[in-house]
């Protein structure tokens, strides 16, 4: 895994890029281990790389969309246990967006979220606005934190990955729960 590190590291914005992309429906390292060594040595230039990593991871989300449309179920089986299918197929069948937007901001191959939502048919529409924000925020605040604090900023991320993903479950649960109460309300009228 090291290697792979170094040797993507070391073809700068080209080797960001392939590790964004590819990461969306392979995963072979997660980008941030290549953005954030790239934005602490260059840090007037975080943001724009965070970007590139951002368009990059979506684009490779298509991929793995696509793969999981194509390959279905059988696909999801291999990569997660069996009793978990059920369990993703009602996180993005009932919570469709919200679903793929906080995954896509976790600290997870990203891959899992682009391949269910191809397996589990979310529209594609909805799959790339959520994933572009949920990839935006989490690369995107990397970058804007490099940019302003530099090495100290390391630490900050670390922290705030955490009280970031725990805030949008939260704002996500009472959306949902807003979202939820009304559609059972109209049914009840």
């Keep these: 895994m ?5 040797f993507f590291q070391s073809y700068g914005l080209v080797g960001l890029f392939i590790v964004a992309f590819v990461e969306s429906f392979i995963s072979p390292i997660l980008p941030d ?15 724009f790389y965070s970007v590139v990593a951002t368009v990059a ?20 089986k291999k990569m997660v246990p069996a009793a978990q ?21 976790a600290p997870i191959p990203y891959k899992f979220v682009s391949i269910s939502a191809g397996v589990f048919r ?8 959520a994933s572009a924000l ?13 940019y302003l604090y530099g090495n100290q900023a ?6 705030l990955s955490d009280d970031i993903l725990i ?16 559609k059972w309300k109209q049914k009840t009228q």
């Design 57 to 76: 991871s979506v684009l490779g989300g298509f991929v793995g969309y696509f793969i999981g449309a194509r390959f279905g179920i059988p696909l999801v």
């Design 2 to 6: 090291e290697f792979l590190t170094e």
């Design 85 to 105: 299918v059920e369990s993703i197929r009602g996180w993005i069948t009932t919570y469709g967006g919200w679903a793929i937007f906080l995954a896509a901001m």
């Design 134 to 146: 949920g990839r935006a925020k989490r690369f995107v605040i990397e970058g804007v934190l490099i």
């Design 33 to 47: 281990v290549v953005l954030i060594p790239m934005a602490l040595a260059n840090p007037e230039q975080a943001i």
């Design 122 to 129: 979310v529209n594609i529409v909805v799959f790339v606005m």
């Design 154 to 159: 390391v630490e900050l991320i670390a922290k």
């Design 167 to 182: 805030g949008s479950l939260v704002i996500a649960a009472v959306a949902i729960g807003m979202y939820g109460y009304k």
